[in-house]
């Protein structure tokens, strides 16, 4: 079955440390999005990719990179890591798709900066 | 104002009540409208997707009103596995991304 799984799935680490969350899905999809959820948030969008070589800045983009080299994988990195990314961070993929744009999620990463 | 406005509860409902609730969203131009429920400490998953005519799926209807710009959420005959988080997700049309309220909690009290 197809699907789209997340590593780590738990992560510490220090201020000022890059870290790179993994982001892998089997849907054979175009478009990969990252959120981070905080309590009292909606879901918001990082960064996202409609393809191969495309990436796009989202709401909150400030302090992460990612890129795409291939449709299956969209990993994110935190450039120099700060408190304020303590946060579950989830990976989804979506069809080309206007009409019907389900986006199906990774089980999250739950990462603490300390 | 958020895009996507929620009130966050939480409800709490005895199992087998009917309980409902609203999402309000601030663009006119959006077009798809969604609601999702998250688990604790899960992944959200699509829960079903609103339709301008309204749709019912098994214990579940849900409504768009275009004029008042809001969609909503009736669970009949509410189950203890009906507690979560329910999100409710609007689209504006112009690409693949979808704004997200923060979420309905729900909790269903035996």
């Known amino acids: 079955d197809a699907e789209i799984t997340q590593s780590p799935r738990h992560k510490i680490t220090e201020t000022g440390r890059q870290v790179t969350l993994a982001c892998h899905q089997t849907?054979?999809?175009?478009?990969m999005f990252w959120y981070r959820q905080d309590l009292g948030h909606g879901l918001r969008l990082i960064h996202y990719?409609?393809?191969?070589?495309?990436?796009n800045k989202g709401e909150v983009s400030d302090g992460y990179s990612v890129s795409r080299s291939n449709t299956e994988d969209l990993p994110l990195t935190l450039e120099s890591a700060a408190s304020s990314q303590t946060s579950v961070y989830f990976c989804?993929?979506?069809?080309?798709?206007?009409?019907?744009?389900?986006?199906?999620f990774g089980p999250g990463t739950r990462l603490t900066v300390l | 104002r958020k895009e996507v406005e929620q009130d966050p509860g939480p409800f709490n409902v005895p199992e087998g009540a009917t309980v409902a609730f609203n999402c309000t969203y601030s663009n006119s131009a959006s077009q798809s409208f969604f609601w999702y429920r998250q688990d604790c400490r899960k992944e959200p998953k699509l829960l079903m997707s609103v339709y301008s005519s309204g749709n019912e799926d098994g214990r579940f209807t849900a409504q768009l009103n275009r004029a008042s710009q809001y969609i909503s959420l009736l669970i009949r005959d509410s189950k203890l596995s009906d507690s979560a988080t329910y999100l409710c997700v609007v689209n504006t049309g112009s690409n693949y991304q979808l704004i997200w309220g923060a979420g309905t909690k729900l909790i269903i009290k035996p």
């Open positions: 849907w054979n999809h175009n478009n």
């Open positions: 990719s409609y393809g191969v070589q495309d990436t």
């Open positions: 989804a993929s979506s069809e080309d798709s206007r009409v019907y744009n389900e986006q199906f």
